[in-house]
């Protein structure tokens, strides 16, 4: 039996279709988790929290398993002169929850702006954590886009 939690409530309290896959509950990379699942790396995204340098809540920047975050991209796509990203711990700090775990699907009445790379748009369907480790959740993009209140924007480039 999937797990079930806050997400995946939500998810099914709204009529969204999805599909829950139970990994090991330890830190998984984005990498790993599409290679256990046997999908595209392309198809699983990662969420890097993005803090502004200025007052504001911090950004929530998705991209593929094949990307880093471009942090100038993510500045531009949220109209910021600079941003950065904090470490691992401050991550945990500032969303309460824990790095492989960390979802905008959890996150979603706490205030953060959502960007997703474009590259999502290349498919129906995406992969991102359900809110905690060892829980992943399959689902349409346009889902996750309404969901989120995502801006979509090019803000990932392909790893070094």
Do not use: W
């Not at 998705?62 to 531009?76: I, L």
């Not at 500032?94 to 590259?119: K, Y």
């Not at 748009?121 to 346009?142: C, K, P, T, W, Y």
């Amino acid at each position: 039996m999937a797990i079930k939690n806050n997400v995946t409530r939500m998810l099914d309290k709204r009529g969204i279709a999805y599909t829950a896959y139970e990994l090991p509950p330890e830190k998984l990379g984005a990498q790993e988790t599409a290679k256990r699942l046997g999908v595209d790396p392309a198809r699983v995204f990662k969420t890097i929290v993005v803090v502004r340098s200025g007052r504001g809540k911090p950004i929530l920047a998705v991209v593929s398993a094949t990307q880093e975050v471009d942090v100038k991209a993510v500045a531009r796509a949220v109209g910021e002169k600079k941003v950065h990203i904090p470490t691992q711990r401050e991550a945990e700090q500032i969303t309460g929850l824990q790095a492989g775990g960390i979802s905008p699907l959890a996150l979603l009445h706490r205030g953060f702006t959502v960007v997703l790379d474009e590259s999502a748009r290349e498919a129906d369907f995406l992969h991102v954590s359900g809110g905690q480790r060892g829980l992943n959740i399959r689902m349409g993009v346009d889902d996750f886009i309404q969901l989120t209140r995502a801006r979509v924007a090019p803000i990932g480039r392909p790893l070094s």
